[in-house]
């Protein structure tokens, strides 16, 4: 049980609050519980209804601890990546061990002296991200611990994001009574999961994040975050089309355009594809209707998208990744790499019971919260873990003294019951 570090990682967007209880146990990570509760709290890029949030995210930790058994006393925040910047510059430091090996504490002594750098009023600095360390000329991505040396020189970004925003998550999550343990922007968190930094060194790579009112643009080169945009349109945006039509909630419409209208296609067949009831009559929308009702819609979205990006499109190879709830469409990859010239795919995590892709911010904060450990020297667990070593002790308790409640007695019985 000692083995086991246990997190819990929060992520705000326009719609909803998504929670995700994971463990590191032997290198391997696993997820415990996800939560996604519906809250509008968020329009235009601030927070509007705190209340809304607040209730949200006590709604969220209430369902998980009831299956976990133990109170959730700490979460890694996901940030919104309005009005981001990045502030580049090195920080030198002389090495202070008396034999001049590099520890542990050269490097936070260079990141404090980076963290001092005016990024005025408006900003709130998240995340300090130390990008590639030089010790005797050579430099590498690897913290050069037990390097000889006089002098230690580190290449950070300083990653920030609007003030007064990131100030009212921060209280909203506080006011839950919770602690927040770090802070990361949500572009970078999915740059963590899908291991984007990676395929970013030979080009760029541009990241939708998109989510029912708003897309989020990241651009990664070079292995590092560049910029980030907001634009003021998503998932909802083109399904507002069926909702002006039909009269269909916002909730289904959204169900509607990610999982049954193939706008990637060419040719669409005359099958129903949702039927409802209304009063006495019986409705249907049926493939051809749903895809030509989003098409316009659609094509919008494309353009302002094309439009953003084309200047990166020119300046070199370029991928367009596709994630958030927007990464759920079915086909629209293809619609979008039409019109871009480029290749386009969508994210969805792989690790079991994460295999959405509107959790890919919330799951890459467990990595981004690892990766940074050995730098930050954090080692607090998220959960009340006495509370939970009892509830885990109580079930192998009652699972092992329950004898009789096994796999090959039920089978028994099923088959002596046939037989009778």
């Not at 590099?102 to 600095?125: F, H, M, P, S, W």
């Not at 067949?269 to 006495?280: A, F, L, T």
Request: proline share 2%; charged share 25%.
């Amino acid at each position: 049980m000692n083995d086991k570090q246990i997190y819990a990682a929060l992520e705000i967007s326009d719609h909803e609050v998504r929670l995700i209880v994971g463990e590191f146990f032997n290198t391997r990570f696993n997820i415990i519980k996800v939560e996604r509760i519906p809250c509008n709290g968020i329009s235009g890029n601030a927070v509007t209804d705190p209340v809304a949030i607040i209730n949200a995210i006590q709604k969220a930790c209430a369902d998980a601890e009831k299956m976990i058994g133990a109170r959730i006393e700490r979460v890694i925040l996901g940030m919104p990546s309005f009005n981001m910047k990045r502030y580049s510059l090195k920080s030198t430091v002389r090495i202070e061990g008396i034999d001049n090996t590099v520890t542990i504490q050269d490097v936070r002594n260079a990141i404090k002296r980076a963290e001092q750098v005016n990024i005025g009023k408006n900003y709130a600095l998240i995340q300090t991200v130390c990008v590639k360390y030089t010790v005797n000329g050579i430099s590498s991505r690897r913290i050069p611990i037990g390097e000889r040396a006089t002098d230690l020189t580190i290449d950070i970004d300083l990653l920030c994001a609007d003030r007064k925003m990131s100030f009212d998550l921060v209280t909203c999550v506080e006011q839950s009574n919770l602690q927040v343990m770090d802070l990361y922007l949500d572009i970078f968190a999915v740059a963590k999961e899908a291991a984007l930094f990676e395929q970013a060194v030979d080009q760029n790579v541009i990241v939708l994040k998109m989510e029912r009112a708003m897309t989020t643009l990241g651009l990664i080169t070079r292995g590092r975050v560049n910029s980030a945009m907001i634009l003021d349109s998503g998932l909802g945006t083109i399904a507002g089309a069926l909702t002006k039509k039909y009269g269909l909630n916002v909730t289904d419409a959204c169900e509607l355009v990610k999982y049954s209208a193939q706008l990637g296609k060419k040719e669409y067949s005359d099958n129903p594809v949702y039927i409802w009831q209304d009063g006495e009559e019986t409705k249907k929308i049926t493939e051809k209707e749903l895809c030509m009702t989003l098409r316009p819609m659609a094509a919008g979205w494309v353009a302002s998208i094309e439009k953003l990006c084309r200047p990166i499109l020119q300046a070199g190879k370029t991928t367009v990744i596709i994630t958030g709830e927007g990464g759920e469409m079915q086909g629209f990859s293809a619609l979008l790499a039409d019109a871009l010239k480029c290749e386009v795919k969508d994210y969805i995590p792989e690790t079991l019971g994460g295999r959405n892709a509107g959790l890919s911010a919330c799951l890459g904060l467990f990595y981004a919260y690892k990766d940074r450990q050995p730098i930050t020297g954090y080692t607090d667990n998220s959960l009340d873990m006495e509370a939970f070593i009892k509830s885990v002790s109580y079930r192998e308790r009652t699972d092992n003294g329950n004898t009789e409640d096994t796999l090959a007695k039920k089978l028994r019985g099923i088959l002596f019951d046939a037989k009778k």
